[in-house]
């Protein structure tokens, strides 16, 4: 019987096959599995690179950047200036928070018209009026045309911010037309321009600040619990870290199975597959005007049927039971504890996603150096944010809707990308890089894993590395459990999490 961690060689004809446990994890039997399938794993990679490729390509050629949507941004921005209203309506700290609201005017002109709201509520109507007359000088500098709307809004903003200056906070200088206008396009930061602090609607003020309220306390809980959560999981990453790489850990993923070039070829279909379907998907989106929901929606149900590719291996002559036992579609070693260690691997990737947002974070600050040829008050684009576009429908979506996107987002993409990356994919990497050694193969395969993995998302480039993070511990947790469950788990609850705090901290 060939021992579980030899890799394969050569001459099938002479060593002896690999086996599979009966009951695993159970003692290994004499049944063999299945003879050496040989695959193409070049033909296979060169698809999974054009794949890659045609993924990267927009957003390193340029395209991405002509076909930024603003939306993101204005999510973002009000995001940041609910925070900073309700920590100045909280703290009082209005001085120390007049800076940052400056550092949000910049970007295009709606981007601004909502800034200059902000710096009016915690500077006061005169340094409103002063970046109004600045924003027209720059309009005109630049050539930039404002449309009708934006147009109008300019002038409705001078005649509120004139109206406060000289303690007239009825604002009776505006019409109900351009109330409602204000109302209509900058949305919460217009309410909050309609109700200042030494007005007399004391109903009007409350309803303005309660989401300001609300996003500061989520804000203050997510760092306070997530601070400690973090130390807690750095302390057992680290434990974790030197208990698998020593080998005090059972290990789950052993190398000998001799066609781990047939799972390159299935990932491979998976990936055209995924990518097919992504663009009949988009191409029916647009034909039928579907919104940003049901496109979200439409998505993920049409990756459930990229599932197919798991029937290439059958295909190829190997058995079902092995496939299932070597992509980990099995119940674990110890059923009832695989969905609590999913959990702890949250608790484990936190201080690895503290990092990959670092690593986002510098980019940014980077990408903003290189383009610091133009003055920040003088850039009209659109800035680079990573973002998922559902975000978008987050901040005006309904119960249902959120629901709908719960069960996709946490059940569905999980159950799927966890079978075919922590699954497929990195079957075959670690029977690829098993010469390497376990710690060399286990990291080059986790690598790579999380960079592919990290692609298909749509948050970008700069998006790339806390989604890398997360991969990456996923990829740990198959490798020391076998089975998928705990990666789906931890999968889940990430995502869970992430659309809890979007609702909360930008839904309406």
Same mark, same amino acid.
């Given at each position: 019987m060939a021992n579980a961690d030899t890799g394969p060689t050569d001459d099938a004809d002479t060593d002896p096959l690999p086996v599979m446990p009966a009951e695993w994890p159970g003692p290994l039997t004499a049944e063999p599995v299945a003879p050496r399938r040989v695959g193409r794993p070049l033909l296979a990679w060169s698809v999974i690179g054009l794949c890659v490729g045609i993924v990267l390509w927009p957003r390193l050629s340029g395209r991405a950047e002509q076909q930024k949507d603003e939306s993101m941004a204005l999510i973002t921005e009000e995001m940041q200036a609910k925070y900073l209203v309700g920590v100045s309506a909280m703290m009082g700290k209005q001085a120390a928070l007049a800076s940052q609201a400056k550092a949000l005017n910049t970007g295009p002109l709606d981007q601004r018209l909502r800034a200059i709201v902000l710096i009016g509520e915690l500077s006061g109507?005169?340094?409103?009026?002063?970046?109004?007359? @600045?924003?027209? #000088?720059?309009?005109?500098?630049?050539?930039?045309?404002?449309?009708?709307?934006?147009?109008?809004?300019?002038?409705? &903003?001078?005649?509120?911010?004139?109206?406060?200056?000289?303690?007239?906070?009825?604002?009776?200088?505006?019409?109900?037309?351009?109330?409602?206008?204000?109302?209509?396009?900058? @949305?919460?930061?217009?309410?909050?321009?309609?109700?200042?602090?030494?007005?007399?609607?004391?109903?009007?003020?409350?309803?303005?600040?309660?989401?300001?309220?609300?996003?500061? +306390?989520?804000?203050?809980?997510? =760092?306070? +619990?997530?601070?400690?959560?973090?130390?807690?999981?750095?302390?057992? &990453?680290?434990?974790?870290?030197?208990?698998?790489?020593?080998?005090?850990?059972?290990?789950?993923?052993?190398?000998?199975?001799?066609?781990?070039?047939?799972?390159?070829?299935?990932?491979?279909?998976?990936?055209?597959?995924? &990518?097919?379907?992504?663009?009949?998907?988009?191409? &029916?989106?647009?034909?039928?005007?579907?919104?940003?929901?049901?496109?979200?929606?439409?998505?993920?149900?049409? @990756?459930?049927?990229?599932?197919?590719?798991?029937?290439?291996?059958?295909?190829?002559?190997?058995?079902?039971?092995?496939?299932?036992?070597?992509?980990?579609?099995?119940?674990?070693?110890?059923?009832?504890?695989?969905?609590? +260690?999913?959990?702890?691997?949250?608790?484990?990737?936190?201080?690895?996603?503290?990092? #990959?947002?670092?690593?986002?974070?510098?980019?940014?600050?980077?990408?903003?150096?290189?383009?610091?040829?133009?003055?920040? #008050?003088?850039? =009209?684009?659109?800035?680079?944010?990573?973002?998922?576009? +559902?975000?978008?429908?987050?901040?005006?979506?309904?119960?249902?809707?959120?629901?709908?996107v719960f069960v996709l987002a946490c059940v569905i993409a999980p159950v799927v990308e966890e079978i075919m990356f922590r699954g497929v994919l990195y079957r075959h990497l670690r029977e690829a890089t098993c010469n390497f050694g376990f710690a060399g193969s286990v990291l080059l395969s986790a690598l790579v894993v999380s960079f592919v993995f990290a692609v298909i998302h749509p948050q970008g480039l700069i998006g790339m590395p806390p989604l890398m993070a997360l991969a990456f511990m996923f990829s740990l947790l198959r490798e020391w459990r076998g089975t998928l469950i705990p990666g789906m788990v931890a999968h889940g609850v990430n995502n869970g999490l992430v659309l809890l705090f979007s609702i909360t901290a930008m839904g309406n």
């Open positions: 109507p005169e340094e409103a009026l002063k970046e109004l007359r @600045e924003l027209r #000088g720059k309009l005109t500098q630049h050539g930039i045309q404002p449309t009708e709307t934006q147009a109008a809004l300019l002038k409705i &903003l001078e005649k509120l911010y004139q109206d406060y200056a000289a303690d007239r906070y009825d604002a009776l200088s505006l019409t109900p037309q351009d109330r409602e206008l204000l109302r209509r396009d900058l @949305e919460w930061t217009g309410e909050l321009a309609l109700a200042p602090a030494g007005g007399k609607n004391a109903q009007a003020r409350a309803a303005a600040l309660r989401p300001a309220y609300r996003v500061a +306390i989520v804000y203050f809980a997510v =760092f306070a +619990i997530g601070g400690l959560v973090a130390v807690v999981g750095l302390a057992a &990453l680290i434990v974790f870290l030197v208990f698998l790489f020593q080998g005090k850990l059972d290990r789950g993923v052993h190398c000998g199975s001799y066609h781990g070039a047939v799972y390159a070829e299935a990932f491979a279909l998976w990936m055209v597959l995924f &990518l097919s379907f992504s663009f009949l998907v988009g191409m &029916l989106a647009n034909k039928l005007a579907l919104d940003a929901n049901a496109r979200f929606v439409a998505g993920l149900v049409a @990756e459930c049927f990229t599932l197919v590719a798991l029937g290439w291996p059958v295909l190829r002559g190997i058995p079902w039971s092995q496939v299932r036992w070597e992509t980990g579609l099995t119940l674990g070693r110890r059923p009832a504890v695989e969905p609590l +260690i999913g959990l702890s691997g949250n608790v484990m990737a936190l201080p690895l996603l503290v990092l #990959g947002i670092a690593v986002t974070y510098f980019l940014i600050v980077l990408q903003t150096r290189l383009h610091a040829n133009v003055a920040a #008050g003088d850039n =009209f684009s659109p800035p680079d944010l990573p973002g998922h576009p +559902i975000v978008k429908e987050l901040a005006h979506g309904n119960w249902l809707e959120y629901l709908q």
